[in-house]
């Protein structure tokens, strides 16, 4: 197994203006490369673009494509790395949360989010995502999840087909104990690296985010962790190695019960 070097931005995402977001990524990720090599995979919180206004049907980008994922594509293909971050795109007569994978060559991957949040009554807004994807980089598998994804381990199981757990999120500032515990949580348990992208700053509705990004190793230990409450970009390398020497000499996966989704 490879290396791939992550890189987690956490930011304060301005409501409704993606020109006023992507104008302050472009200054955070200009930044950051001019001091530091590159890196295989950039990660941005879900919504980057405009925060999770879930219930204006004016924020969607069309489902072929919108001005976002031209933005991911222009940036992987500046940076030669794979960028990656949730969207907001029509589908049928509501939208899907879909977080978007542009790679350097031009190519596109996605995942749907597939666990909507009830309280927030995202399920009157967005179509529920079906299909649970694994997605390759440089022969590592990842598995994507967007925010209220986190809670529900049965969808993000691992069945020795991926080797790290990417979570992008807004997840709110008083429940930040929990995404700050299971994100540990399905490291340990699915024995896999795990990086969790979140936002910092309040919302168009009030509600305040305190950040929380970071990267975990398969056991359960914190890598390198985001200052709460400011913007910044963290980064590491992950060695998989680690990863597959680890699994052979605790090899707790092979214990693990039969089941299906349906």
């Known amino acids: 197994m490879s290396t791939l070097t992550i890189a987690a931005v956490q930011y304060d995402i301005q ?18 490369f001019n001091a530091n090599t590159a890196v295989g995979l950039l990660l941005l919180p879900e919504t980057f673009s405009t925060g999770f206004c879930i219930n204006r049907k004016d924020v969607q980008e069309p489902e072929n494509g919108g001005i976002a994922l031209a933005w991911l594509k222009k940036m992987a293909q500046q940076y030669n790395c794979v960028v990656a971050g949730s969207v907001l795109v029509s589908q049928n007569d509501k939208k899907a949360n879909r977080f978007y994978w542009a790679f350097a060559d ?17 399920q009157d807004h967005v179509e529920q995502g079906q299909e649970r994807k694994v997605i390759t980089i440089n022969g590592i ?24 757990m990417v979570n992008v999120a807004n997840w709110p500032a008083a429940r930040r104990h929990i995404w ?7 490291a340990m348990e699915n024995q896999s690296f795990v990086v969790g992208v979140n936002r910092v700053g309040a ?23 985001a200052t709460d409450n400011q913007q910044q970009i963290i980064t590491t390398l992950l060695d998989f190695s680690k990863l597959e020497q680890f699994k052979d000499n605790f090899p707790a996966f092979l214990d693990a019960d039969e089941f299906a989704l349906t």
């Open 106 to 122: 031009g190519t596109v991957e996605y995942y749907d989010k597939r666990h909507l949040f009830r309280l927030g009554k995202e």
């Open 203 to 225: 919302d168009g509705v009030d509600t305040a985010h305190s950040g929380g990004t970071t990267i975990i190793d398969f056991t359960g230990e914190t890598l390198v962790a």
């Open 180 to 186: 700050d515990t299971l994100l540990k949580a399905r």
């Open 141 to 164: 598998k990842i598995l994507p999840l967007v925010c209220y994804d986190l809670r529900f381990p049965v969808w993000s199981r691992n069945r020795q087909d991926y080797d790290l």
């Open 15 to 32: 409501w409704l203006d993606q020109q006023a977001n992507f104008k302050h990524l472009e200054r955070l990720i200009s930044d950051y």
